[in-house]
């Protein structure tokens, strides 16, 4: 006999199985357990190897709509071997399998963003019970709603993880290329190294670089090739399409010779389309390698495949052509600096200091030594400031409900302070106070049957009622339990973060759902940035000194505890992230607060304070010109 997955909640009739007492905690374990797991196919083998402790059954398996049909995609069981491989209908999923030896079976969905990804289905022989009571269905929905959202989570979760390594490739790759580049100012190792880095951001057929001057393209290096051949029909076409891009003075992506997206994709086919149909080119990117002083270049790639770039593709190798155009332009400069006359002036001034009388030199070089030491002789710490620094709390801890319902009341405020155990928020109970009233009414009917059969002397018809009576007992306890778990409680002693929590009145939150988030107050983070000049004198565990506006004559201490690798860019300055613990033992400090921080770095000299932004400078300056 099989149940369907939309007949209404009604109230729960358990076995006498005394697990079933446990029901309610069972389920809330194997929710957590589901919701400690990050992966989306552990969650399913969970779900399947844990259903069985929340209710009495003999198998369960899980099915993956295909179409229109369901295919079971993992069973436990003693029908486990008649269900490998079966599909179904959706309406057959209730129903008895041909080869199945149970007698009763249930099935409900579990949604992934409200789209149906799975069906969970259990089965009950004899020897258990043969049908499924809608206490029994209410707890399998639960469960499965559970299953949805841990499931979610762990999609959310994968899905950033992708995201996160993406972007480091990605970096990586800029980095790469960068140093690639820039390790020599040969121009003709520059193009080479250029075109041929290419390959690493794009798939093409045809990659080139080429100069740019008067309007004429000089092609000067091909991906692949350690030499250019200027004769080369190919070549020459591939130079008369790159003068065209360069004119146009911007990048220019073709997506598809034979179906143009734009007006300038339109005009390029009409121009070079016998040209791109001879090449077996049938998409190409143009980047022209410009800077504030103008074009120096074109870089370009073909291939014989339509949308051969993705937009991130096209974004790495946009990156390429602004290194590319810095490299090329420090090459070009180099060549055109007269490095040996200025290595000539240099031995002039050493001729004309050695030409000096002997004492005179002696007295410059005293007093550039006593200068010397004075400077480097006189340290004291060197203090980096922080810029925007905040607090924020060091650890956090949601406070989600183990079971469904309407949020009737809210106890807390945003910026509230709670302890351990404290109401958060309360649940609407009203159809398990139904419930259990009518399982107390039941308990009552049940009590009386038995006395009267006590008094007519009919033992069976006693045994039987107060059977009943356990059995009701058992359920109104049950229903007792999860109506106290429609009081959440915060989980730890901290701070109310989330905004506005008194808005959720109204709303229907489901298992596992996020209610609030509660931040522990006893350490903070302080989290604020370090100009770029100054990150590299910051180390782990340097002491930080702070003070905040609303107790300016105390000052708090604590330590760094991590530097971020990546830095910020705001209004043309780059700063980067540092992180410290500070203690909080009195609560003095909230969440939120304004400090002035500063980070307590190694003892620096008198020269180096005065000497070390210039020296930055001259550093920068000589790097540009020189590397």
């Known amino acids: 006999m099989g149940t369907s997955d939309s007949s209404a909640v009604a109230t729960p009739v358990f076995g006498i199985d005394p ?21 989306a196919g552990e969650i399913a083998g969970k779900l399947l190897t844990n259903v069985g402790e929340v209710l009495p059954i003999d198998g369960a398996s899980l099915w993956v709509p295909r179409g229109d049909m369901l295919e079971c995609r993992g069973a436990v069981g003693a029908d486990r071997a008649a269900l490998s491989g079966v599909s179904v209908s959706a309406t057959a999923a209730a129903k008895l399998v041909d080869g199945e030896s149970a007698h009763a079976v249930f099935a409900t969905g579990i949604a992934v963003g409200g789209r149906l990804t799975a069906v969970l289905r259990v089965t009950r022989g004899p020897g258990v019970r043969e049908e499924f009571s809608d206490a029994d269905q209410t707890v399998l929905r639960q469960l499965a709603e559970s299953a949805g959202a841990a499931i979610s989570n762990a999609t959310r979760l994968s899905e950033s993880q992708r995201a996160a390594a993406d972007s480091a490739r990605d970096l990586a790759l800029i980095t790469e290329m960068s140093r690639e580049i820039t390790s020599t100012l040969d121009l003709d190792r520059v193009l080479r190294s250029v075109v041929n880095l290419a390959n690493r951001a794009l798939d093409f057929d045809r990659g080139a670089i080429a100069l ?35 004119g146009v003075g911007e990048s220019f992506y073709l997506s598809d010779r034979s179906d143009p997206a734009s007006d300038a994709e339109r005009t390029f086919v009409q121009i070079f389309g016998e040209d791109l149909e001879r090449d077996g080119a049938m998409s190409g990117f143009y980047l022209p390698l410009k800077d504030e002083e103008g074009i120096v270049g074109i870089l370009l790639f073909e291939t014989d495949r339509t949308e051969f770039a993705t937009p ?43 030409g000096l009388p002997k004492q005179r030199r002696i007295a410059y070089v005293a007093v550039l030594v006593i200068a010397v030491a004075a ?16 607090f924020r709390p060091l650890w956090r801890a949601d406070v989600r409900p183990t079971l469904p319902g309407v949020v009737d009341r809210v106890f807390v405020r945003e910026g509230a302070m709670v302890e351990r155990g404290a109401p958060i928020m309360h649940l609407r109970d009203d159809e398990l106070r139904a419930q259990r009233t009518a399982a107390l009414a039941a308990v009552a009917a049940a009590e009386r049957s038995a006395t009267i059969a006590a008094s007519r002397g009919d033992a069976a018809e006693e045994r039987l009622q ?24 915060s989980p730890v002693h901290g701070v109310v973060l989330t905004a506005r929590p008194e808005e959720r009145v109204g709303t229907r939150a489901d298992a596992g759902d996020l209610l609030a988030v509660i931040g522990r107050t006893d350490s ?38 991590s530097i971020a690798a990546i830095g910020s860019t705001n209004d043309g300055s780059t700063a980067f992230p540092v992180r410290a613990v500070v203690a909080n033992d009195r609560g003095l400090l ?38």
Not at 217 to 241: N, S
Not at 375 to 390: C, E, H, K, M
Not at 480 to 489: C, F, G, H, S, Y
């Open 466 to 489: 107060r059977l009943r009576v356990d059995v009701l007992h058992r359920e109104s306890d049950l229903l007792d339990e999860q109506i106290q778990a429609m009081l959440v409680r």
């Open 212 to 246: 740019y001057e008067h309007g004429i393209c000089d092609i000067r290096a091909v991906a692949g090739a350690d030499a250019v051949d200027p004769k080369d029909p190919a070549l020459q076409d591939l130079a008369v399409r790159a003068a065209w891009a360069a």
């Open 19 to 39: 697990s079933q007492a446990r029901a309610s905690d069972i389920l809330h374990e194997v929710t957590l357990a589901l919701f400690a797991t990050d992966d």
């Open 312 to 354: 991130r593709q096209r974004e790495l190798a946009g990156i390429l052509a602004n290194q590319a155009t810095v490299a090329v332009r420090n090459a070009r400069l180099y060549h055109q600096v007269p490095l040996a006359n200025t290595l000539g002036a240099i031995s002039a001034k050493r001729e004309a200091f050695l």
């Open 590 to 627: 909230r969440p939120g607060m304004a400090a002035y921080a500063r980070v307590l770095t190694e003892p620096a000299s008198l020269f180096w304070r005065l000497a070390r932004g210039p020296l930055r400078a001259m550093r920068l300056f000589w790097w540009r010109i020189w590397s």
């Open 524 to 561: 903070l983070e302080l989290e604020f940035a370090v100009d770029q000049r100054d990150v590299t004198r910051i180390r782990l565990n340097d002491d930080v000194r702070l003070r905040v506006a609303a107790l300016p004559q105390q000052t708090f201490t604590g330590r760094v505890t």
């Open 375 to 390: 400077a480097t002789l006189i340290r004291w710490p060197l203090r980096v400031s922080g810029i925007d620094p905040g």
